[in-house]
């Protein structure tokens, strides 16, 4: 069933596609450089990008480990 008014939300860039890059983008600046990213991110999703930038938090007391 199409639910008028609903599908600008859905797909590539979509509005909820440009949230998830946006938040996906700030979790990546809190725990690189931006010359890191460059070198590891190219794929913000993939394997090398989240275990290098994607995997931190900034402290204990916030989930850290």
Same mark, same amino acid.
């Given at each position: 069933?199409?639910?008028? &008014?609903?599908?600008? @939300?859905? &797909?590539?860039? &979509?509005?909820?596609? *440009? @949230? ?6 700030? *979790?990546? *600046? +809190?725990?690189?450089?931006? /010359? /890191?990213?460059?070198?590891?991110? @190219? ?11 994607? &995997?931190?938090?900034?402290?204990? +007391?916030?989930?850290?480990?």
């Amino acid at each position: 069933m199409h639910q008028p &008014g609903l599908s600008h @939300a859905f &797909g590539r860039d &979509g509005t909820l596609d *440009r @949230a998830v890059h946006k938040d996906v983008l700030e *979790r990546l *600046r +809190a725990n690189c450089t931006d /010359e /890191e990213i460059e070198d590891f991110c @190219a794929d913000p999703t993939s394997e090398e990008c989240l275990k290098h930038c994607g &995997g931190r938090t900034s402290s204990p +007391a916030q989930g850290g480990r």
